[in-house]
């Protein structure tokens, strides 16, 4: 029998009972009651994982949200199998702040709890040990030291007999793990728990800030026992990290956690060397890139006030902070932060909302903010830091356009293009060659009869999805549903053999550059190139000091410091010019300021060179005569006259079904269900049903219905008066749908 609902009555056969309210990971906008266990020694449950007993014989892992009483006979409440957290492992500011993400993204409880928790915590593992582990010379070892043998475990020896030794240190001597379990097994060593340091150690001194910097360092500083959301927004290359490593040092001193979220795997490595020579204190990661076993621990480890300095990627927002001083967003303008599956929440929202229960000031940076975040500055409601210079002897890098209009193009690249590349070389400098498009073409196209090689899993009649290709052309894969097949060996229209790729990915300009420059290291970064852990921090440190080229994508614009890059060359920025979707000019405009911030951010200058066939397109000339801010000037009152973010506030509710009439069904009864929930016809405009921009996917009809309103609180008002009848309508189980509140993408 299925557990009881706690959303529906029970029958009152019995007198009043205690009965759990648990939150299960299902998309079930519903807590179920249970009864509690044997034997429970009656301390507040609520926040502690459960396993309880679900479906006719299943069991899962939820969370309990409150304790009630209820009458209702025992038999016809089913009792939790087993209370996993003595102590509540949810409690506080993070049980509340997740209370808030489910109202916010009117999600199911239990998904957004489950969500905040690594996967063996969320699978019912126990919270796993966090303690600092080390190695001492045992009395034995002391005695038997001088004695010892030339080797290995005699210079362990001697390093242990001037105190102990922590693992991670340890892990840094060559052959030292052998050696300690060699002196173990001799019992002239021995495994102990360390104290653990709470105190930031020596930090290594940082450069000189200059007066915008140190002015930015004491505006945050000034806000460290209160929430204050802080836009740092500086010009790439003016020093932003060291705001940001000032803040936390300062925030180590008073014994307070510090969590900085960064938008890529990639950015962690860089991120973390520098942070930990500075700071003197151990710095976590945490990102996808980890085990499900070391991902817990940092958790455990933050949520116990072991970690520190915490740096990771969106999912890191979710950690606990008992002891909270600062939250740092690096490039919050990232889309990365926003999670597009699963709970839909944006990370730098949510810290921001953290934050502000938290009490602790929350520090935005980029070099080309959101629009959202501009806006709130305008408006006063997050306090607006510039930095205007790059640090140090750095200058901007000089930026021109290559017309490429009846220019002859190898892989996309023009004779200029290679020309500058070369003089760059020859110079002793390094290039990176932007191309945000990996794989070796965007199509496969026959020659003889016009024919293309499309996805047959995401392709409709009216909307063809090109399979790119990929390995030097001999495989085709589509990147929005993961499809693979070999590229055939003639067209299967015709039969004719003049198959050939159309346009340029990363792989494709890979070859060519290393066909021109057949003495120079060509280093590619992209997705396909750095799938395994560490892959990117590897090809950078491969790529070195020497001239070389690296060809990458936007993996590439987001951070890193390339001290010897002086030429910058993207290619291929015609696509964004003309793109459907509202939010494209600011992508664009982010994406071609980060990149060309890539060149001259050391002593040598940089160059940055655009090839376009649209060299006179307006959003061009307004970013070279004014910058970024001139492009947000002037699409802030655009954005506001079209009715979109950030002047307005929009939902979007897509579903998905094998065929597209259920698909549409399913939406025009979601569209009936708001216009009824609505006391007034201006609060809420419904565009839909609408076919998807992407229509099929993997096999699924797509259509989605839009929903825009002048104020967050008559949206978030009509989707929780409608939501209930969506939910309840027979047409919802025969499709797949999801809502996401402030999307980021109308795909």
Known sequence: ???????????????????????????????????????????????????????????????????????????????????????????????????????????????????????????????????????????????????????????????????????????????????????????????VVLAASRAPGAASAGPTLNAEQQAAVDTVLAARDRFQPLLLDGVTGSGKTEVYLHA????????????????????????????????????????????????ARVWAAAARGQARVVVGTRSAVFLPLPEPGLIVIDEEHDGSFKQLDGIRYHARDFALVRGKALAVPVVLGSATPSLESLRNAQLGRYAHLRLRQRAGAARPPQVRVIDVRKRPLDAGLSPELFAAIGRALDAGGQVLVFKNRRGYAPVLLCHDCGWSAQCPRCSTELHGTPMTVHAG?????????????????????????????????????????????????????????????????????EFGDAPGILVGTQM???????????????????????????????KLAQLLIQVAGRAGRAQRPGEVLLQTHHPDHPLLATLLGGGYHAFAEA????????????????????????QVEIAEGFLRIARDALRDACDDDTALEISGPLPAPMPRRAGYQRAQLLLTAPDRRRLHAALDAALPTIHAAPESRKVRWSLDVDPIDLY
């Open 556 to 586: 590439l614009a987001k951070g890193h410091d390339l001290a010897g890059l002086t030429l910058v060359a993207v290619v291929g920025i015609d696509e964004g010019l003309f793109s459907a979707d509202f939010r494209a000019p600011e």
């Open 1 to 191: 029998m299925p557990p009881v609902p706690s959303s529906e009555p029970t029958a009152a056969a019995a007198p009043s009972r205690t009965v759990w309210q648990v939150a299960l990971p299902i998309p079930l906008p519903r807590l179920f009651d249970y009864l509690p266990p044997a034997g429970d020694d009656g301390s507040d449950p609520v926040g502690c994982r459960v396993r309880v007993p679900f479906g006719r014989n299943g069991e899962k892992v939820g969370v309990v949200a409150a304790v009630a009483d209820a009458d209702a006979a025992p038999a016809e409440l089913k009792t939790v199998a087993a209370r996993l957290d003595p102590a509540p492992l949810l409690h506080g500011e993070l049980l509340d702040s997740l209370r808030w993400l489910a109202r916010y993204t009117h999600a199911p409880l239990g998904e957004a709890l489950a969500t905040a928790l690594p996967g063996p915590l969320r699978h019912g593992e126990p919270l796993p040990d966090t303690r600092r582990w080390g190695w001492r010379l045992s009395e034995a070892g002391a005695t038997a030291l001088a004695a010892m043998r030339a080797g290995r475990p005699r210079e362990l020896a001697e390093r242990l007999a001037s105190g102990p030794l922590d693992e991670d240190t340890l892990g840094t001597i060559d052959g030292a793990r052998a050696a300690a379990r060699s002196l173990e097994k001799r019992g002239l060593a021995e495994r």
């Open 473 to 541: 052309g001999r495989r085709l894969q589509c990147h929005h549903c993961g499809a693979r097949q070999r590229v055939p060996d003639a067209c299967p229209d015709c039969g004719g053999l003049s198959l050939q790729p159309q346009g340029a990915g990363t792989e494709r300009i890979e070859d060519a550059l290393k066909a021109r420059f057949p003495d120079t290291r060509v280093v590619r970064i992209d997705r396909g190139s750095t799938q395994r852990r560490d892959a990117m921090e590897r090809l950078l440190a």
């Open 635 to 658: 699409e802030l009152p655009l954005r506001e006259a079209a009715g979109f973010p950030p002047s307005t506030h929009m939902a979007m509710l897509r579903a998905e079904a094998r």
């Open 248 to 295: 936390i040092a300062d925030c180590l001193a008073r014994g307070r956690q510090a969590l900085v979220l960064v938008p890529e795997i990639g950015l962690t490595p860089q991120t973390l060397a520098r942070f930990r020579a500075r700071l003197g204190v151990g710095v976590h990661a945490l990102h996808s890139g980890l085990a499900d076993g070391e991902r």
